[in-house]
């Protein structure tokens, strides 16, 4: 089963341009990165070599240089390739060279220079823990490579996944652009889709799980098993030959901030995180290296708190300020009793409803690209779910509000004049329908990618410039 990739239109533009360099695929363990490369390879090449440098030996030496005499230079590495893999043809611009794993073999993330300046070869690397494993490699080739960050099927790809026809995706794009409402029978159909989104999330194994089984216990197998391979991985680190070895202290409070993000979701209250909700007394100097660890390998994803609701967002954030998020959210499910599984199924969401409305948000935002922010000020008990920057200002939405005056964004809006004209729509998210109130506008939750997506044309369109005429 072969799941649709957007990305795979940036593998195309990537191929067709001139003196390209090495494209580096980073992003989470198991979101995909070395199938999609193989299959680009066997789609746009005549054929394409994947060194496997995380578990051949072989792979790994074929960049090493094993003869202090001997130059490892790009005809060396061409040279091993072909002894090591006999039976491809390794031909400039017809066969693709795909470094998977690289992280794992520092001398290959070093040789990618060589074929910057070559330019005789394409060359595709993929990596899941390069934000730890960077600092080993001695000469690390700055602006030699190009990056792509691969994240798990977002809502329009698991719809794609599911049958849902390209003419109704374009229908879905058109009607937002145009601001024009989607016939009720087909916000219907699409929900039941999100309802399964919810459970499935994009991890592409849990989704063809789902797809060939049409059980969504199969699927949640799948992401427990995603979880604990995760969990696994805590704290490892990188020596300076390239072995990987794990730092038990790190280990463990890695486990344990990583092991309290559900349950600090699932607050009734403000779900800014909380290092004493880890463990008694947790402090920010204790599980910060824990966090950063987290967030290089793409496992959480932070939401900042900002100081005020102006734009540029990004430089009014507060870095001690935040909220954790998952960065699927059938994995986010997982963690869950799987009693929740059925709720959602029946129409609830129980105990989790304030969890599940954010973190599908946060999912589709982050999916999107969008840098994730929040507004809250404790003492007035202000709190504005999500900011989100576009070409004519800041657009809120608030995600788990079940009062339709929406507190919150009214009271921002009275609160600073300043504020009232940097804000451009609220938007209260629900689960189907359209509708105005006062001041917000309700828009169905499941669309928000799409949107996002919008938004991101409508601000690459404005940034376009024209010729300037000769004189």
């Known amino acids: 089963m072969e799941l ?77 390739s072909k002894i090591h893999y006999p039976n491809k043809k390794i031909i400039p611009h017809k066969t693709l060279l795909i470094f998977d794993e690289i992280n794992d073999c520092p001398e290959a993330r070093e040789c990618l220079k060589l074929f910057t300046l070559d330019c005789g070869y394409d060359v595709v690397a993929t990596g899941s823990l390069l934000g730890l494993s960077d600092f080993k490699v001695k000469n690390i080739p700055v602006g030699y490579d190009d990056y792509l960050t691969l994240k798990a099927l977002d809502f329009e790809e698991f719809l794609i996944a599911s049958g849902v026809s390209e003419k109704t995706i374009r229908m879905i794009y058109d009607s937002i652009r145009n601001n024009k409402r989607i016939d009720d029978h087909i916000l219907d159909v699409l ?54 070895v794990i730092d038990d202290k790190l280990f463990i409070k890695t486990s344990k ?3 309290s993000i559900h349950m600090q979701l699932a607050k009734e209250r403000s779900k800014k995180f909380k290092y004493k909700d880890i463990e008694g007394g947790g402090r920010s100097e204790e599980f910060s290296d824990a966090i950063t660890w987290l967030e290089k390998t793409g496992l959480i994803v932070r939401c900042f708190n900002t100081s005020a609701v ?53 999912d589709m935002l982050y999916k999107a690209d969008i840098p994730l922010f929040y507004h809250e000020e404790t003492l007035e008990h202000l709190e504005n ?49 359209y509708g105005e109130g006062e001041f917000f506008k309700t828009f169905p939750r499941f669309l928000l990618g799409f949107k996002m997506n919008v938004e991101k044309e409508r601000i690459i369109e404005s940034i376009k410039i024209g010729t300037i005429p000769k004189i």
């Open 191 to 244: 929900y039941a889709h999100f309802v399964r989104y919810i459970i499935v999330g994009g991890m592409p194994e849990a989704v063809k799980a789902y797809l060939s089984t049409n059980d969504l216990l199969e699927s949640r197998k799948i992401q427990t098993n995603l979880l604990k391979d995760y969990i696994n991985d805590f704290g490892t680190k990188y020596k300076e030959d390239g072995s990987k």
């Open 257 to 259: 901030l990583f092991s």
């Open 310 to 362: 102006e734009t540029p967002l990004n430089g009014n954030y507060m870095e001690d300020k935040f909220k954790i998020y998952f960065p699927d959210i059938g994995l986010l499910v997982a963690s869950y009793p799987i009693t929740l599984t059925s709720e959602l199924l029946s129409g609830g969401l129980g105990a989790y409803k304030g969890a599940i409305y954010e973190s599908i948000a946060a």
């Open 4 to 80: 649709f990739r957007k990305m795979y239109k940036e593998l195309l533009k990537w191929k067709e341009k001139e003196n390209k360099h090495p494209l580096i695929i980073d992003g989470l363990r198991q979101v995909g990165k070395s199938h999609l490369a193989a299959f680009f390879g066997e789609q746009e090449y005549d054929d394409y070599v994947l060194y496997d440098l995380r578990y051949d030996e072989g792979a790994r030496i074929i960049f090493s240089q094993t003869n202090p005499d001997q130059k490892v230079d790009i005809d060396l590495i061409i040279q091993r």
């Open 385 to 433: 779910d999500f900011l989100v920057e576009t070409s004519s200002g800041i657009d809120v939405y608030e995600v788990k509000a079940t009062n339709g005056k929406l507190k919150s964004a009214k009271t921002l809006l009275e609160k600073n004049k300043a504020y009232k004209n940097q804000i451009k729509n609220i938007y209260k998210l629900i689960d189907k329908r």
